[in-house]
């Protein structure tokens, strides 16, 4: 896979994610008239969790993204300059 696609799947880990979280925040606190205090500020608690680990997760398929792009280009010089070492 080039960079690219590597991009472009990140992103949609990185939406997935997102709109997973959001959609589960949105479940807990559409019964906000009976929620208590204590449930609310868990309900916030957790939205912010997931929220992290959707910023953390994105990071991580960034990194990695990252270094296969540049294990790419090292294969690519690498190949290069066989073919120069073969004329």
Do not use: P
């Not at 080039?2 to 472009?8: C, E, P, S, T, Y």
């Not at 449930?39 to 990194?63: G, I, M, S, Y």
């Amino acid at each position: 896979m080039n960079r690219r696609n590597h991009v472009l799947l990140a992103a949609l880990v990185a939406g997935a994610v997102a709109s997973v979280s959001a959609a589960s925040s949105f479940a807990q606190t559409t019964n906000d008239a009976q929620m208590t205090h204590a449930e609310k500020k868990a309900a916030r608690k957790q939205a912010e969790a997931d929220k992290d680990a959707a910023v953390a997760q994105a990071k991580a398929d960034k990194k990695a993204t990252k270094s296969q792009s540049e294990a790419n280009e090292a294969a690519a010089d690498a190949k290069l300059k066989d073919a120069k070492k073969a004329d």
